[in-house]
């Protein structure tokens, strides 16, 4: 009716404005009559949350300017028309036998929003009564604390989408058991298809008037299409509905986060396919050990998200079971078909256990878990990505996009993601840890406390795909010097292995090979030298089994390309490697 009153408004012609002026108090009339005359006509809740802005509007206008404003300027500060607010507070007025308001600036409008003010508080009370999907059972009214203690819209919100993908595959089911019609089953799901696209748009806001997602949910379906929308509800209670919306958000989550793990093993195996040949420093104990080259160096973090990958999808295989069905925990006397609901969901069959069904977290904890895994491997790449970036290593450069300055040294430049990532760690170890606490003491069959794996999961989830995402873009973006890393393998004495092997190939046993480089590193610390930079003569000085050929023996590229064996820095099994990874990307 709004909606024809705003069209007549819009005509442009004198006589359609002349007709506005008479049609607009006429249809706002017959409109007020017929819901007056019909008082089990149910008053929406957009046009109970405008009388509301406008009684909050007015009472705030008294208080700054200490008269009473017109309508006109209640319209004008919470920008709805006059028409609009007119119409709103005269929808709602209770009681319905109010002196009919006349359509002016405001003068009976303002009354009628005296008279809304007064009951103010028992309105708001039946709001949330409406809003619940329980309460027959009660004599009292819940605190308004209780109410917010309890209530979880603030973050159940959030799988908004999963809950009316539910409901439909749900109402689907009945029709298809003969417990709903067809005509019913149509009705529903086009009021789920209107409400969806409604928050997708922003057009309808979930708001902390609904206890949860699903009293948002099945209110305003019941608000857009009457009784049949009160049939949405038959044979689940929510303890199965928030399982199988959990279970839903949580496996397209794994999906997403799959899929950033991949992007990133692509520019981990770009990185490899571009410095087979880069030579580097490999450690333990943060000391220089023996030579490697970077592409080596990647591959270990590489093989570290592959079995994060892994353990992704082994979550995602053995959760993939449907609770729906279950019930409050011991099923239901309908005949219902789960093993349909199942395979509309894209489920591999239903859960076989119904109090197991409602109280299951064990794949929220898995979740954590991998996340958290993936955190620690994120985490330890980000500590050598630091060290690289110092002015001691300066082993990296990392781009400007992903850099931030001080505000007092100009000089600065702080690798803030990667600190902040190695930070963020904690953070998700700290999601796992709470979830594992919550369910460690909590009987069969759903309980309350469930509610709390909610908020950590979806932090965490949102934390570690924006870690993964940005990650991702710094070591993509990266630059890598190669001259520094190969000079510090160099200076740390990391070919004194390769020294000992010579000795050994020389017929030296290794214990005495052993000593002898020891004392030949000895000197080149005293000396300020490489081994690479002592002269042959100091070599013979200690061993005479040395000669001009120890100088290839200890290379970079010889240290390197001796070792062969699978697993190893060696460029042809790099290389072979490097197209295994290539074929595993391909496939998966």
């Not at 929808?91 to 009628?112: F, R």
């Not at 857009?224 to 919306?245: E, M, P, W, Y």
């Not at 925990?329 to 789960?338: F, K, M, Q, S």
């Not at 060290?387 to 001080?406: K, L, Q």
């Amino acid at each position: 009716c709004i909606g024809l009153i705003k069209a007549i408004n819009n005509f442009n012609t004198e006589l359609d404005v002349k007709f506005s002026t008479y049609a607009v108090p006429m249809i706002i009339g017959e409109i007020r009559r017929y819901m007056r005359d019909n008082n089990s006509i149910r008053v929406s809740r957009s046009l109970r949350d405008t009388a509301y802005k406008a009684i909050y509007a007015k009472e705030n206008y008294i208080k700054q300017n200490l008269k009473e404003p017109t309508v006109q300027e209640i319209a004008e500060e919470i920008g709805i028309s006059k028409e609009d607010i007119v119409f709103a507070l005269d929808a709602i007025q209770v009681p319905m036998s109010l002196q009919e308001p006349v359509y002016n600036d405001g003068g009976d409008a303002l009354y009628v929003m005296d008279q809304i003010s007064d009951t103010k508080n028992k309105e708001e009370t039946r709001n949330n009564t409406m809003a619940q999907l329980w309460g027959g059972r009660f004599t009292k009214e819940t605190d308004k604390l209780v109410y917010n203690f309890n209530a979880s819209i603030s973050f159940d919100q959030k799988f908004y989408e999963q809950d009316i993908r539910g409901s439909k595959a749900h109402v689907a089911m009945l029709a298809r058991q003969g417990i709903l019609t067809a005509e019913e089953k149509d009705q529903i799901e086009a009021g789920l298809d209107g409400i969806l696209a409604d928050v997708r748009s922003g057009k309808l806001e979930i708001t902390s008037e609904y206890e949860d997602i699903h009293s948002f949910v099945e209110a305003n379906l019941i608000d857009r299409i009457g009784d049949a929308g009160k049939k949405l509800h038959t044979g689940r209670s929510r303890n199965d509905q928030v399982a199988l919306d959990m279970k839903l958000y949580v496996r397209d989550e794994i999906d997403e986060t799959d899929e950033l793990v991949k992007k990133l093993l692509e520019a981990l195996q770009k990185i490899m396919e571009e410095n087979v040949h880069t030579y580097m420093p490999g450690f333990t104990h943060l000391q220089k050990a023996q030579p490697v080259t970077l592409a080596h160096h990647v591959g270990a973090y590489f093989e570290m998200f592959v079995r994060d990958r892994s353990r992704l999808a082994d979550i995602r295989k053995r959760m993939n079971t449907c609770p729906l069905g279950a019930g409050a925990l011991a099923g239901t006397t309908y005949p219902l078909d789960r093993e349909y609901t199942a395979q509309l969901l894209g489920f591999d069959g239903p859960t076989r256990n119904s109090m197991d069904s409602v109280s299951d977290r064990d794949y929220v904890i898995e979740l954590l878990s991998a996340f958290s895994t993936i955190m620690m491997h994120m985490s330890r790449f980000c500590e050598e990505i630091i060290m690289w970036n110092s002015n001691e290593y300066r082993f990296v450069e990392i781009d400007d996009a992903y850099s931030t300055g001080s505000s007092i040294m100009p000089q600065k430049k702080n690798p803030d993601i990667a600190e902040l990532v190695r930070g963020k760690t904690g953070r998700v170890y700290g999601a796992l840890i709470s979830i594992l606490t919550t369910m460690k003491g909590i009987p069969l069959a759903y309980n309350k406390d469930m509610q709390e794996d909610k908020e950590l999961t979806f932090d965490a989830i949102d934390t570690v795909k924006g870690c993964l995402a940005l990650f991702t873009g710094m070591i993509s973006t990266m630059q890598f010097n190669k001259q520094n890393m190969e000079a510090s393998a160099k200076n740390g004495f990391t070919n004194a292995t390769d020294a000992a092997d010579y000795l050994v190939n020389h017929g030296v046993p290794f214990r005495d090979a052993h000593g002898i480089v020891g004392r030949l590193v000895l000197t080149c610390i005293d000396k300020g030298i490489s081994l690479d930079e002592l002269p042959l003569e100091e070599y013979k000085a200690i061993s005479p089994v040395f000669e001009n050929d120890i100088y290839e023996a200890i290379s970079m590229k010889t240290c390197v390309e001796k070792r062969m064996t699978i697993g190893a820095p060696g460029p042809d099994v790099m290389e072979k490697v490097i197209a295994e990874n290539k074929k595993y990307l391909e496939e998966n």
